[in-house]
């Protein structure tokens, strides 16, 4: 439970963080933290399966800075979106209309944070 808490927390501290950074290996790196925490929240939360969004698909087909930005935005909104889901509040009652929400808005901060590390490394490579 501990770690679910510090996963939860975490990937909102790097969100926050990423707005700020320019450097694209900065960018790399906290995506990629991101998704660690994400994957490790789908393991942890045991929330049922969500199929892959079609953002997964463009995550990891354009490389330019305007797409990237895109992304990022994207991927905050997508966080904000699953840490205020209500299932979060109630241990008590499991909603699971709100359950399946919640684990496609995990599955797909996994998949944009995924495609942000692929773009922003690229990106890096490039300049």
Known sequence: MA???EDFLQIQIINDDLKLQADMKSVARSAA???RRARRL???LSLPEASATSASRAAG???DRDQ???LLSSLSNSINVFVENPVFESSKVI???LSEQ???DLRQIIELSKGIRKSSERLS???
Do not use: F, M, P
């Open 102 to 104: 919640a684990g496609r």
């Open 42 to 44: 789908k393991d942890n």
């Open 61 to 63: 087909t354009d490389n």
């Open 95 to 97: 909603d699971a209309r």
């Open 68 to 70: 990237l930005r895109s």
């Open 3 to 5: 770690q679910i808490k």
């Open 33 to 35: 933290e991101i998704n």
């Open 125 to 127: 490579r490039a300049h």
